[in-house]
């Protein structure tokens, strides 16, 4: 979609709103567009912030010499999908992908504004992290988690079914990217901990709040 000029200048001073909705848990979602890039953001969060955005931007910078041989990718908790659009914009890198999202709304944004498809090999599935888990039978190269209600965190995700679920969907030697918001370093410690029993090399990397884990099979 075209944004007129005008705006995309004024991007750079503040956000600007092209569209807001309510989203599946009753939260205002606003797309905006802040520094030239778009960016999806509750009240509180930010869900999404093109290539800029943090969660996929430093984790992929840890995993780029990998990257070349992902031939396929998939997100649980799509944003506006800003991992793909770092992988293809910042490494020229154009996978099969699947973006996977509960909230209708967030994926039309994602589908309408990020220019994702350029190669005719991306798919949008609106269905829950766990359901779309319990029924796909693919396998992938990267997979990345970023479920969000606002700020808070689904409590599954933490969980030793839906880590191993996440586990069993990769390739043998693929690798899978948790963004994470934990209580305390011992939390971080004891997540740490639950990775390696499913994953046989894990490190993470903490960003105030968040907590990225990268895990290789």
């Not at 504004?113 to 190269?141: G, S």
């Not at 599954?156 to 693929?174: A, H, S, Y």
């Not at 899978?176 to 410690?189: S, V």
Request: some cysteine.
């Amino acid at each position: 979609m075209q944004i007129p000029v005008y705006k995309k200048i004024l991007s750079y001073v503040l956000p600007i709103t092209i569209e807001k909705t309510i989203g599946n848990n009753m939260t205002v979602l606003m797309l905006q567009l802040y520094c030239n890039q778009f960016m999806l953001a509750t009240p509180r969060a930010i869900y999404s912030f093109g290539t800029r955005y943090s969660p996929y931007k430093k984790p992929l910078a840890q995993i780029r010499a990998e990257l070349p041989r992902v031939k396929n990718f998939l997100q649980l908790g799509t944003g506006l999908g800003s991992s793909l659009k770092i992988i293809q914009d910042k490494y020229n890198l154009f996978p099969d992908a699947v973006l996977v999202d509960n909230d209708k709304d967030v994926l039309r944004f994602s589908l309408t504004y990020m220019d994702l498809n350029t190669h005719n090999n991306v798919e949008w599935k609106c269905a829950d992290a766990v359901q779309f888990l319990n029924t796909n039978t693919k396998k992938f190269d990267l997979i990345g988690v970023d479920v969000f209600m606002d700020l808070v965190q689904p409590k599954f995700i933490c969980t030793n079914d839906f880590i191993n679920q996440c586990r069993q969907t990769l390739q043998p030697d693929g690798i899978c990217l948790f963004n994470m918001i934990l209580e305390n370093d011992n939390h971080i410690i004891e997540i740490e901990e639950l990775m390696k029993t499913h994953f046989r090399k894990v490190s993470f990397i903490l960003d105030k709040v968040n907590t990225y884990f990268i895990c290789h099979r």
